[in-house]
């Protein structure tokens, strides 16, 4: 498995922007396509985006398109997740998890691994 540890979640206004990170270590991290989740209160978790091993293929949720974007250095073992004109409704944990295989997927049960997860709270 690997260990995944998030970072750069806070308190934003509506129309802001934040990055968060996601390091990485134990399996090699170039092995594993990485996604982002996030759950709001109430709410089951959800996909976010995913991206494969080499960066070259990413998937995005319908209601992030345009506004994320996801993105990684596996020379740094880590993944990051840009997100701009942020929207209340984007108020939730948000989490980083690699997959069992190279590629980027929509699906929760692609992935094995979860950080502990990281805030994110927007006002409107």
């Known amino acids: 498995q690997v260990q995944l540890v998030e970072s750069g979640g806070g308190s934003v206004q509506a129309g802001g922007s934040l990055r968060l990170s996601c390091a990485a270590s134990?399996?090699?991290?170039?092995?594993?396509?990485m996604g982002w989740f996030r759950q709001a209160p109430g709410k089951e978790r959800e996909f976010v985006a995913a991206?494969?091993?080499?960066?070259?293929?990413?998937y995005y949720a319908d209601s992030v398109k345009g506004r994320f974007t996801i993105s990684r250095d596996n020379a740094k073992n880590t993944v990051y997740l840009q997100m701009n004109n942020l929207k209340p409704e984007d108020t939730a944990v948000y989490y980083c998890?690699?997959?069992?295989?190279?590629?980027?997927?929509?699906?929760?049960?692609?992935?094995?691994?979860w950080g502990q997860g990281t805030q994110v709270t927007v006002s409107s």
């Open positions: 134990g399996r090699t991290f170039s092995n594993s396509g």
């Open positions: 998890a690699a997959g069992r295989t190279v590629w980027a997927s929509r699906d929760s049960r692609e992935y094995d691994s």
């Open positions: 991206i494969n091993w080499r960066g070259g293929n990413t």
